[in-house]
């Protein structure tokens, strides 16, 4: 992937504000988190401290087209479920008088399109 660097750039920006997975808590729905790893894997099959993930390496090498759908996949899911978020987000800004907070889509929704626009122009 040629724009593999500046993916994984805005991943690290997106689980910096995410819980770590040992921090969600229980009940709650760790599904963002997952999902992160998840598109991390599908992005690059290096660990973060280096080491090579080997499962994931031999499935790049064997079908680099299916990391990319897979990709593509995930994040959109993650898009549907930030905008979803996004939109109660709003809808709870203009019932509290606040319509200026309610103006624009959400930095998460913002970051994961220009993610998917990374991983299209693959």
């Known amino acids: 992937m040629k724009n593999k660097d500046k993916i994984l750039t805005m991943l690290d920006e997106i689980e910096s504000m995410l819980p770590k997975p040992e ?19 599908a992005v690059d099959p290096r660990n973060k401290d280096g080491t090579v993930n080997e499962g994931t390496a031999a499935a790049h090498a064997l079908r680099p087209d299916l990391a990319r759908k897979t990709s593509l996949k995930i994040v959109e899911d993650m898009i549907f479920a930030a905008d979803k978020e996004d939109q109660s987000h709003k809808k709870k800004m203009i019932l509290k008088g606040k319509g200026e907070k309610a103006i624009g889509e959400s930095w ?10 990374l991983i299209i122009d693959e």
């Open 23 to 41: 921090e969600v808590l229980e009940g709650s729905d760790p599904w963002m988190v997952l999902s992160m790893i998840s598109l991390r894997d």
């Open 108 to 117: 998460m929704v913002f970051h994961l399109k220009t993610i998917r626009s």
